[in-house]
């Protein structure tokens, strides 16, 4: 199927009126073998400890879902919703959800991010899990934006280092769009989209 603007078959799943995928940044091949790595540094880290797997949703759930599978312990899956950004831009609020529910006292909390921009959304969910009063609390991300970030903040487990640039896929969206993308790609959006 073509969409009638690319010399090549363009697949629905790629395409959104607002802009283009321009490449693909991070291949499925190369993100599997990165959790299988993360996996083997968490379970020898966390090895005879309470672990509480924590996804921030939605971002969070391909990465959760494959790197939890690659953690050689048990754990206990819990998830939290995290949302602040519209369309390319924070609104600079996060809203939490079901953070009230959480059973954290005394444990160990690995919280899971699919990418840490500004950090605006793991110091606010810090701050929400630390009042629980956990045993220990960090952080694994897929990605990093190092030069985005204005909310310093520990972060233990970092799967790829990346350019300032928009990605979606694998997780991320933009405007809800691109989440099933099985790699990592960059957006670009048209100028009339700003
Ligand atoms: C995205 C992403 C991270 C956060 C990172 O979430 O999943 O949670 O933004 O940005 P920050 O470091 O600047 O806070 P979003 O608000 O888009 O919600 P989503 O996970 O439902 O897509």
Sequence with gaps: MSDGTTNGPARLRDVHPAGEIERIL??????????????????ADYAERDLVVLCLLKGGIYF???????????????????????GMESTGKVELSWIDGLDIG????????????????LIEIWRALEA??????????LLY??????HPIPIAYIGFAIE?????????????????LPHIAVFQPHESSG
Excluded: H, Q, W
Excluded at 26 to 43: C, F, Q, S, W, Y
Excluded at 64 to 86: G, H, K, M, N, Q
Excluded at 132 to 139: C, N, T, V, Y
Excluded at 145 to 150: G, Q
């Design 26 to 43: 991070i291949a499925e091949p190369e993100i599997r073998a990165r959790i299988m790595e993360l996996g083997a540094e968490i379970a």
């Design 64 to 86: 959760t879902v494959d790197l939890t599978r690659a953690i050689d312990l048990p754990i206990t899956l819990e998830f939290v919703r995290a949302r602040s950004y519209a």
């Design 106 to 121: 005394g444990r160990d909390v690995l919280i899971v991010e699919d990418i840490v921009d500004t950090g605006l959304t």
């Design 164 to 180: 300032d640039v928009f990605v979606v896929g694998y997780g991320l969206d933009y405007d809800e769009r691109f989440r099933n």
């Design 132 to 141: 629980k009063r956990p045993a220990s609390l960090a952080i694994c991300t």
């Design 145 to 150: 934006k190092e030069k985005r970030l204005a």
